[in-house]
Nanobody, 116 residues
């Protein structure tokens, strides 16, 4: 069973930055896709950013130019660098890893709160 452990969330002011980390219990290059999703209270979980095993990235329009996803295979960790944070970025952020497009693993989530 693969485990994903997120960290790095917290309280930050508008315009601030945070870096989220997702540490995997398996080699991350084995996953064809890893990503970050978020869920605000009363809303559906939404995609934030993804990265493929070939380092191709994809971002939600709402975070383009502000967030950057990256992976470190030596540490089996995927990061989400979040800059210029806005109140609407407030949510629980979840790490996801997809294996062969068949199995999907989720972390427990980390809370990000942006105060105005």
């Amino acid at each position: 069973q693969v485990q994903l452990v997120e960290s790095g969330g917290g309280l930050v002011q508008v315009g601030g930055s945070l870096r989220l980390s997702c540490a995997a219990s398996a080699d991350i290059f084995t996953f064809n896709l890893m990503g970050w999703y978020r869920q605000a209270p009363g809303k559906q979980r939404e995609l934030v950013a993804t990265i493929t095993s070939g380092d191709n990235t994809n971002y939600a329009d709402s975070v383009k130019g502000r967030f950057t996803i990256s992976g470190d295979t030596a540490k089996n960790t995927v990061y989400l660098q979040m800059n210029s944070l806005k109140p609407e970025d407030t949510a629980a952020y979840y790490c996801n890893a997809r294996l062969a497009n068949i199995i999907s693993y989720w972390g427990q989530g980390t809370q990000v709160t942006v105060s105005s």
